[in-house]
């Protein structure tokens, strides 16, 4: 664009002013220019309604159109979209921009879609169009490339939505609905061409003359065929000249060629012969034939029938014998037929010969579609099979086509209607055993011994078996007369699925023991039964015992809970002292004698108060006498309470006795000899006081003797008696009642189902009746025995009876018997048929209990089966060959030196089809069951006169001994040939024959591995169906292992091992180590519980004594020093009170400052403390200190003031009163004493009370309750793992820390919230449960010296727990017996035979002999006799077609040929390994030219090549290597195969000969060539990489971009491959996998982002153009007086070009009016 501007089509502001154009005169100022750059700037500058060709900028945009609504299903629905107009540039504006008659319709009808037309439409694929090349769908020009891999391509299809009913298309609308639409492109790979790769030629050939002139060959054959359009097989075949010397004498220029036999063909009749024979001789013969005597007929006619019976059999054959010629030419060496006589005379060979005239296979049409082999309805597998036959009405003769399949087969489904469906069938269980808990134990816990009393989790099994699925067998088991009804079980390999669980954990109840308190005391004597107080009645003293923990079964099974002991005076009811009132003296003094009342009550013998009425048959208690001391008296504290009784009963030596002490408090007044007294009695002893009162001034106190004092206690004898009971017997049925104790035959369902059911221990036992149990009941007396009843109180005597329910009975049930196995008929070697036996089984489903019917004995039958007398089978017959037939005469009669009734022929002979025993068969038998059909016809010679002729060989002479002497064989002349001279030439003719007699020496030598150890079979329990016993079954200890023997004979060739007297294996003991659990130590005992006080924990636990191995069950686990240690941890009780101190009463007082006339002073008094263990009567024997609270331990010794004579006496201080809580120090407790002595006048009593504030932690404390934590999980004694109990406890906690009595937590009623106990479970250690071995697999070699025969076993039951685990070996193997590997083999092709002549058509020969290996595939074997192979079919290498001579061609001299076929070539993979893509695998053939004449090359056959698919081919690659010989500078350049092999064709076409011989080194990089410049350089779309040296290293690849196809996702990617990489493809090929470097368009066909950025940065370029411009312009504005100006403004710029820019400036118009007035 030029410096001039344009506008065309500006917007005059407004709707009305819409597409006027404005035009200014240049005159105008240019001031309005500054606007333009404003709009320009803003994207607004471009504002026109059309463009430059006059269309409109604004059109019509639509949306998407909107789901298709409408009340009905169908055609008549609705959908819209939305419409709305838009610029060019992509804004939207107002509707009245657009045309309005060009508006798009916003609304259409539509189809409806609703969810029932899922069924009706479905979307059309169309097949895959061809690949085409990415490059063809690029715009732009093609560019040249060179192929690496292939080429990238995209394969198109139709995809539509139809009506599936009728496949009319619909709306593709109605497709999306359910499903988006599939793809319509896909990328696919074009390969590039590969060439034929050949290999490297062969050595050079001798010269094909001796002299003169001739030829020598090279050839190579073909590797891998021309693919995809590339390059043909170059010739395989290289010739040179050679000129081995000058001939001596004329070279032999002709030579006899055999032709090719003709057809054969049938002679003319004798008829024919005849009639043409009598044209030329007219009727005298006519009567020669005169008519034969009827004698003479009837030999003929007997003649006829007799050869008649003695040809085919069979009408299957029409076998008719002709004759057929072949041409004998003399040939020039150059190839040209000359006459025969200039070849050198010899005899010919012969030139006609009889044959079979060949006929073709003839077959029946086919006949009917025999029956669906389904005869059932099977939904899951519904396709069965039928066939149909055709028959054989001519068998192939001769050279006859083969006869096509006689049986076909196609698929068939069973038509519904009226078809039973297939029998199906369903794994059964029977009914659960018992649960045992002994199958758990580990070895450990067995050797224990007593193993009675298990309980807690256990392990029960049952029977797994297959049946018919729809046997009624709920309705046989609730029904024992329908035996017959029952499933029959099966074999278990018909039932498909998993296999119900053959075992469960399962829980017995533990047995809770019963516990019981400790003996109360001893209650009072009292009548036996207070109704009935006779006088005569003795009594009892009764003490009682509570039961704690409740037992299993009831109170019955605990302790007795009584003991009585006879005794005097019983009461019933009897007076209880309370409390003593204060002493009061009498005659209202205020000291002295005095009394104090008792405060009693009534209570029964039990203690609980009653009525006193009750006690008035004895009087009340009386005032107990006391004293109050005077002011001068000596004071005594009050009795201690009586101690407990050291006896529980009394007898003539023992007594028991009780002990209540006091002791001085203060002394009494007295003179002086009073206060010595008083030091004596301190110092020596109140023993040594004198007795005289009256010196003391007040009462004296007592001597130390009336301190204390004495009394019996439990004087009851100690005879104590207590009923003792019996265990329960028997549930018996009651007498009184009818017996409704009926057999039952079944507890539960014996389905898969009943697992759930006997979890908890399998008894599930179904109660019948009630019945009775007893129990024996008997007085017994403690450490004597049993005593009369009377001996013990009748009232809490146990009862003897009490009633029980009776469980049913349960039968046996058995299944019905299985049916019986089949009958497999097996031959032996002499066709007999051996006998075998058939059996059949029935499962226990349900075991008798509580005296049901027991099951039957007999579980398994096994009878005779019955076999045909003749063992099945079919074979072949061959009858008498017939007489040879020779050549008519009239065709031979011409041959040089043929003789009419002798010379070569043929003859046939007929075959049958028969049974083994003979039997006369149809024929198609023994073409489907026998071996190879019998030749039925063969060469053969009759002799002339000249011939000799021998009788056959005889058979071989007997051997005296193996490997010693020789055998022989004769045979002798015969007629004629006994005189002729030529016939008694032995050298010919020999008549003997000798040979060293068979030297049968044999060796035996082991061969192979040894087998894994296999334990012996048999002395396993099994079960009936196979699943062994829970622990019975052996699996381990001495076993055998097995190794291999081998037979070899002299030739070392391999035989049967019974020549070596061997049964075929080794045996040699082995070991399979025994599993040995991991042992723990016993229990340890008990920890004494860790708190004194509250709750704490005790524990116990085991150590490790001895490691697991081979698989034992494993430990639990290890601690930090690889020790196991089991623990358990209880939490434990310990009562507060359980130990507490005692102190006794304070000793006497020690004075310290006597006040000798006071009898008075300071002084000390000590007491003994003890920690006593305490009991229900109170403390009873001295402990350890420990055991006690040190903090309550009372003080053993204090200090105080011995209370003067008339001083007040106080007793000692009460128990402190306790805190009121919350504990505040406003809150006070206080404790108090009472006055003992009154003081005398004028002297005052201290406080009787003591007061202190309560402090927290201190005197006064808060209480709460404290959880601990979980035990572990208990079990009873008796169990092994189950079902538990955790438990935890509360501990009532001071809030210093300290555990206190529980007594202290309850006075507060605090909340518990919390459970004491939960149920937990022991996992059961369940040992791995295996199945049975499985029976040995066949073996996986027929024959050789590898087989090897395998078992499985499965895990039944995974191991749980600490259960020993499953062992890794799942199988075994052991070698099978060595058996020769025997088979057909052919010999080697002999050379082509042409008879006598040099050249022509001839016959090669080979044989068919039998071999024998190891079938190791190292050994080629070794030739045996053929009856060795007898019993194989007659096929070599699979392939039945024997052919043993084919027709060949032996070169005349001078001719060239085609060779022999070369090897099939290995099998090659045509792969493109760079995008990893595989077309198949390939081998190859080829035939190569010889040539021998140097002008006989133009006449050489075209050469030839076969391919043929195969599998696992190789991906090779081909690259060009290369080295310099020492000799020359010039590299030497091969292509290579990436295994190393030497090729031709393969390599990249990069002409290493030719471009890179200028480049030193040579370019052998992948993508590289050598330049014009002799430089390597890199192809295009490759950067060169070069090396520290400057050479190039590499080629590497430049990034380029994808080109994805609309719709493609990368799983979406899908290779297209050729479907036959053979033959020459015709695909063009297409482009590499490169791609453009810059494409502007998406796979949506909008363009890229990038192309955009181009655009923006091409508009801002367009800005700073358009500024440069302003700023030109601004500059023409100053100059404004050089421009033509208008008076408003308006300029015009004009450029080169012929556009013109008129815009008005206001800043120019301003200037142009003030340049006017200036």
Sequence with gaps: ??????????????????????????????????????????????????????????????????????????????????????????????????????RPSNQRNCFHVCDWHKELYGWSLG???????????????????????????????????????????????????????????????????QDCVVSEYSPWTSCSKTCGTGLRNRVRSVLVPPVFGGAACPNLTEFQSCKAGLCAGPEGMYSLRVGPWSPCSLPQTRTARQAKRRKGKGQGLRDRSGVKDPETRELIQKKRTRNRLNRQESPFWDIQVGYQSRDVVCMHRNGSAVARNLCVPRDLPLTIQSCVLPKDCQVTEWGEWGPCSKTCVDAEAPVGNRTRSRQVLQFPVGDGDECPPLEELEACEVQVDGVPPCITYTWRTSEWSDCRVD????????????????????LQTREVYCVEANAELVKYLNDLREKDKASRPVQNRLCKGSIPNRSQLCQIPCPIECEVSPWGAWGPCTFENCDDQTSGKKGFKLRTRRITNKPTGGPGNCPHLVEAVPCDEPRCYDWQLLTLDQCVPEDERTCGPGSQLAQVQCVNSSGDAVDRNLCSSSPPPDPVPCEVPCSRDCVLSEWTPWSTCSQTCSSKTIEGKQMRIRSILAYNAGEVTAMVIAWITVMEGLSRVPKFPELLGGALCPNSSSLQEVRNCNEHACTVYHWQTGAWGLCAEDPSSPSLNTSTTMTRIISSSSSSSSSSGGSGVTSCSMGLQTRKVICVRVNVGQVPPKKCPDGPRPSTVRPCQLPCKKDCIVSPFSDWTPCPVSCDAAGNVVKTKQWRKRLIIQLPSNGGQECPEVLEEDKDCDVPAVCPGFRWKTHKWRKCQLVPWFLRQDSPSAQETCGPGLQTRAVSCRQLDGTQADI??????????????????????????????????????????????????????????KCKNTQMYPLSETQYCPCDKYNAQPVGNWSDCILPEGGRAESVL????????????????????????????????????????????????CPSDCKLSEWSNWSRCSKSCGSGVKVRSKWLREKPYNGGRPCPKLDHINQAQVYEVVPCQSDCNQYVWVAEPWSVWKVSNVDLKENCGEGVQTRKVRCMLNTIDGPSESVEDYLCDPEEMPLGARESRLPCPEDCVLNDWGAWSRCSLPCTRTNSRIRTAYVLRSPSVGRQCPETTDKEPCSLNLNCFNYFYNITDWSTCQLSPSAVCGSGIKTRMLDCVRSDGKSVDMKFCEELNLEKRWQMNVSCVVECPVNCQLSEWSPWSECSQTCGLEGKMWRQRSVVQASQGDGRPCPSQMEQWKPCPVRPCYRWQYSAWSECRVESVVCGHGLRYRNLSCFVSDGSGVDEGGLVDEELCTSLELAVDGDKQITLQEACTLPCPGECYLMEWSDWSSCVSICVKEVDVDFGSVQVRSRAVLAQEPENLQQCPDQQWQSQSCSEGDCYEYKWSSSVHPDSTRPLIWCQRSDGLNVTGGCPPINPLVSNSSCDPPCLMPKSFCSEAAEC??????????????????????????????????????????????????????????TWYLQPYGPDGKLKMWVYGVAAGAFVLLIFVGSMTYVACSYCAALHRSLEADADGTVACEGQNTHQMIYTCPDCQDLAQSSSSS
């Excluded at 917007?11 to 100022?29: C, F, N, P």
């Excluded at 580990?442 to 298990?454: A, E, F, I, P, Y």
Aim: proline share 5%; glycine share 12%.
């Design 1 to 102: 664009m030029g410096l001039g501007w344009r506008v065309e089509g500006a917007v005059a502001g407004g709707a009305g002013g819409a597409g006027s154009l404005l035009r200014r005169r240049r005159t105008e100022g240019s001031g309005n220019l500054v606007v333009t750059v404003v709009l320009l700037l803003c994207g607004l500058w471009s504002v026109h309604t059309q463009t430059d060709d006059g269309t409109s900028v604004y059109f019509w945009e639509t949306g998407s159109w909107g789901r298709c609504m409408g009340s009905e299903c169908g055609p008549g629905g609705s959908q819209s979209r939305a419409v709305w107009c838009a610029h060019v540039d992509g804004w939207t504006t107002l509707h009245t921009n657009c045309d309005q008659s060009q």
């Design 127 to 193: 097949a895959w169009n061809e690949c085409v090349p990415v490059s063809a769908r690029t715009f732009g020009a093609l560019r040249l490339f060179s192929c690496s891999g292939g080429d990238e391509g995209i394969q198109t299809r139709e995809v539509g939505c139809m009506l599936k009913a009728d496949s009319s298309p619909a709306d593709d609308a109605i497709c999306e609905y359910f499903e988006p639409k599939p793809r319509l492109e896909q990328a696919c790979l074009i390969p590039c061409p």
């Design 439 to 458: 199958l758990l134990l580990g070895q450990q816990d067995r050797r224990r011994g007593n193993l009675t009393g298990l309980c807690g989790g256990g």
């Design 924 to 981: 198609s038998e023994c073409l489907r069951f026998a071996r190879t059909m019998p030749a039925i016809t063969q060469r053969c010679q009759l002799p002339c006169q000249d011939d000799c002729q021998l009788t056959s060989w005889s058979k071989f002479s007997s051997c005296s001994a193996d490997c010693v002497g020789v055998r022989s064989r004769k045979r002798t002349l015969i007629g004629r040939s006994k005189k002729k001279d």
């Design 1026 to 1073: 196979g699943l062994k016993v829970q622990g019975d079954v052996k699996e381990c200890g001495q076993g055998y292992r097995y190794q291999a023997m081998a037979c070899y004979d002299q030739d070392n060739r391999l035989v049967e091992t019974s020549r070596c007297n061997s049964h075929g294996y080794i045996e040699e003991a082995c070991i399979i180590p």
């Design 1577 to 1634: 350089v890199c192809e295009e779309g490759f950067t060169e990489v070069s090396s520290a040296l400057g050479q190039l290293d590499q080629c590497a690849p430049i990034p380029v971009l994808e080109i994805p196809t609309a719709g493609d996702k990368k799983g979406d990617v899908k290779t297209s491959r050729a479907i036959n990489p053979t033959p020459s493809s015709t695909v063009q090929p297409g482009r590499s996998g490169r």
